[in-house]
């Protein structure tokens, strides 16, 4: 039996690439799942950060993203005050496989006498002390040379997630057994099948294992990926990560390695989790009212039975619906039946086809100084409201092809255009031609709010250049 040992050294990798599309219109690409508040006031990211801490310390933590949602996860990590926390980013989305592949190119060096754990940013957890107590497990396990997955023991006969179906036990008190195969999403009646046999685990997306051994088996069963990854440990190819990314296969962890090799475990872990995969988990997760219908936001309700309403800003009036999510945001409207829940992925693929906004991003965008709101737009001009936080200020920047008009609705700004510095107070207003350097900046306590009117023949937000900036950027990790 193996000794349990509680001190080998865990870095926690954090999968934070995707953006949830099955969870629009909340989640967009620019604004994705992981930085939603759908559980409280934290976001799934910071969730997730907070419930590994008690094991990992922060400069043991990275989040693996991508370059357009760097900025935002700095925001998520910094607002806790976790900058020790690393952020590897990505130049585009290659799947899981190349984001775990990533991590242990970079890892192997540093952990010599520990073991890497993959998280994904999006999941739900109860039961922390579980999770916890798994880790110590699993690190056994993955210390001594296993590739280990985390199982979770069905409660019903789900379609939506993946199955392991665990082989002989590896220890006495069955917490750990090898892997006997993986199975992919069944249909209903196999996962009924599954519930009942008692040898299934929910596939949970959590792994555990030394970067070597990871390695070892992606240049067995990944040689392509390997080859290119390997590309980043000797800086005399001189092949930029984003070459290297380019010529990437795009293929999951899970497909790639762990249903090929051998030396699998799965440690059986209750932990109260849920991948809140679609909008149909919010049905499992929030409280419902007499006819079982969750409500969140301004909702106004008669004789419906068993559905999701989630109101923004807007009041939702809804009469006699059954099985339907309703989901309702500034820009956006969706109603589907709750068994195709799965469907609004496709729904996306469609909107990103049409090149439609709403799919790209919301009409308020957070940013590390305040906020802005886009109230309208046309041919030729568009209309924002932002707010600058109190002592925070924009980018020292220059836009080449639009002007901008600043009013000032109230608190007052000091303003930098060109060599000009002066302050504006309410009811006031500044011009900024084009290719002029400026700055908008709030030096008081209360919070700034002007309406900004741009116009020009191009006005989306890569008409940038920034001079200074005193922000994280991804250039800047």
Same mark, same amino acid.
């Given at each position: 039996m193996m000794n349990m040992h509680n001190n080998i050294p865990i870095y926690g990798v954090i999968l934070a690439g995707g953006w949830g599309t099955r969870f629009w219109p909340l989640s967009r690409s620019q604004y994705p799942k992981q930085v939603l508040r759908l559980l409280g006031s934290e976001s799934m990211l910071q969730s997730t950060v907070k419930r590994l801490l008690p094991r990992i310390p922060p400069e043991r933590l990275a989040v693996v993203t991508n370059a357009s949602q760097a900025e935002l996860i700095h925001q998520e990590l910094h607002r806790k005050g976790w900058d020790g926390v690393r952020i590897w980013v990505e130049p585009q989305g290659r799947n899981t496989a190349a984001a775990v592949g990533l991590a242990?190119?970079?890892?192997?060096?540093?952990? /010599?006498?520990?073991?890497?754990?993959?998280?994904?940013?999006?999941?739900?957890? /109860?039961?922390?002390?579980? $999770?916890?107590?798994?880790?110590?497990?699993?690190?056994?396990?993955?210390?001594?040379?296993? $590739?280990?997955?985390?199982?979770?023991?069905?409660?019903?006969?789900?379609?939506?997630?993946?199955?392991?179906?665990?082989g002989a036990p590896l220890d006495d008190q069955g917490r750990a057994c090898r892997v006997a195969r993986f199975i992919e999403k069944p249909p209903l009646a196999q996962a009924q099948e599954f519930l009942a046999d008692g040898c299934y685990s929910w596939n949970s997306g959590i792994f555990l294992f030394r970067p070597d051994v990871v390695l070892d088996a992606c240049s067995r069963y990944l040689p392509d990926l390997c080859r290119e990854l390997d590309r980043m440990r000797h800086p005399e190819n001189q092949a930029s990560l984003e070459e290297i990314y380019q010529r990437l296969p795009s293929i999951s962890f899970d497909h790639g390695i762990l249903?090929?090799?051998?030396?699998?475990?799965?440690?059986?872990?209750?932990?109260?989790w849920n991948d809140v995969g679609t909008w149909e988990a919010l049905h499992d997760l929030f409280p419902r009212d007499g006819r079982g219908n969750v409500k969140e936001g301004r909702v106004l309700d008669q004789h419906s039975q068993e559905c999701i309403f989630w109101a923004q800003n807007r009041l939702v009036a809804t009469i006699g619906l059954e099985n339907t999510i309703v989901v309702d945001?500034?820009?956006?409207? $969706?109603?589907?039946?709750?068994?195709?829940? #799965?469907?609004?992925?496709?729904?996306?693929?469609?909107?990103?086809?049409?090149?439609?906004?709403?799919?790209?991003?919301?009409?308020?965008?957070? /940013?590390?100084?305040?906020?802005?709101?886009?109230?309208?737009?046309?041919?030729g001009f568009k209309v924002k409201r932002i707010v600058v936080d109190s002592g925070k200020k924009l980018s020292l920047q220059v836009h080449q092809r639009r002007a901008e008009h600043w009013v000032v609705v109230s608190g007052t700004a000091q303003v930098t255009v060109g060599q000009e510095l002066r302050l504006v107070s309410s009811n #006031?207003?500044?011009?900024?031609?084009?290719?002029?350097?400026?700055?908008?900046?709030?030096?008081?306590?209360?919070? $700034? #709010?002007?309406?900004?009117? #741009?116009?020009g023949d191009y006005l989306e937000e890569d008409d940038i250049m920034r001079l200074d900036d005193d922000y994280w950027h991804p250039d800047k990790a």
């Open positions: 242990a190119v970079t890892l192997e060096e540093e952990v /010599r006498e520990g073991i890497m754990a993959v998280f994904p940013a999006d999941h739900f957890i /109860r039961d922390q002390a579980s $999770l916890l107590r798994g880790l110590d497990v699993g690190a056994n396990w993955a210390q001594a040379g296993c $590739l280990v997955t985390f199982g979770i023991p069905p409660t019903r006969p789900e379609t939506g997630y993946g199955y392991i179906k665990q249903e090929k090799a051998e030396n699998v475990v799965v440690v059986p872990v209750e932990m109260g945001t500034p820009d956006a409207t $969706l109603v589907c039946h709750r068994d195709r829940a #799965q469907e609004v992925k496709d729904l996306v693929t469609e909107l990103h086809r049409q090149q439609l906004v709403e799919s790209v991003h919301h009409t308020t965008v957070e /940013r590390p100084w305040g906020r802005y709101t886009v109230t309208d737009e046309g041919p #006031q207003s500044v011009y900024i031609p084009p290719k002029t350097p400026h700055r908008l900046e709030n030096p008081t306590i209360e919070p $700034l #709010q002007i309406v900004e009117v #741009q116009t």
